[in-house]
């Protein structure tokens, strides 16, 4: 490879372009970067990749409990709306009862007050009518005097 590459920077320096000059020193900087690669890599390298992957892993863990969160809080929150939706329907069906309840209780104050009523009107015209009869057989004895004084003032003389 080293003279495949020598060969080749040859014919670039040929051609009039870039003259490479290699010598041992090209070695030395490969051997170099070679041990500081070697020396880097515990050191450095790996540390560093087990701290991504450490990182990945909590952030892949962090995202599913996230997911099982939210799964866990749809479920929560359909049982929420459920047991809302029944005790809406529980209290719907109560209201309802107490309606008719208070319906029945109103219809049946109703049918007593009116027969109550209809009783004390009852009761005030049978003593009205008793009153008038007392003060017509009052009257009765008295019709005489009252028709002459009627026709008296009506006439405007004495009648006999």
Same mark, same amino acid.
Request: net charge neutral; hydrophobic share 40%.
């Given at each position: ?14 051609? +009039? ?37 450490? =990182? ?10 996230? =997911? ?19 005790? =809406?329907?529980? +209290? ?9 309840? +208070?319906? =029945? ?56």
């Amino acid at each position: 490879m080293v003279a495949t590459f020598l060969l080749r920077s040859s014919e670039v320096s040929a051609g +009039g372009g870039v003259n490479l000059d290699f010598d041992g020193t090209v070695l030395v900087q490969v051997a170099f970067i070679l041990i500081l690669w070697a020396v880097l890599k515990p050191l450095l390298f790996d540390p560093l990749l087990k701290l991504y992957e450490e =990182r990945e892993k909590r952030i892949e863990g962090t995202k599913r409990r996230a =997911r099982r969160i939210d799964l866990e809080s749809a479920e929560a929150k359909a049982d929420y709306d459920d047991q809302m939706n029944k005790a =809406r329907a529980e +209290g719907a069906a109560i209201r309802e009862k107490l309606r008719a309840a +208070g319906l =029945r209780k109103e219809s049946e104050l109703l049918t007593k007050v009116r027969g109550e009523v209809q009783h004390t009107v009852d009761e005030a015209r049978t003593e009205t009518q008793r009153e008038a009869e007392k003060t017509r057989a009052a009257l009765v004895p008295h019709t005489q005097e009252i028709a002459r004084d009627l026709a008296a003032r009506v006439l405007g003389r004495e009648v006999s």
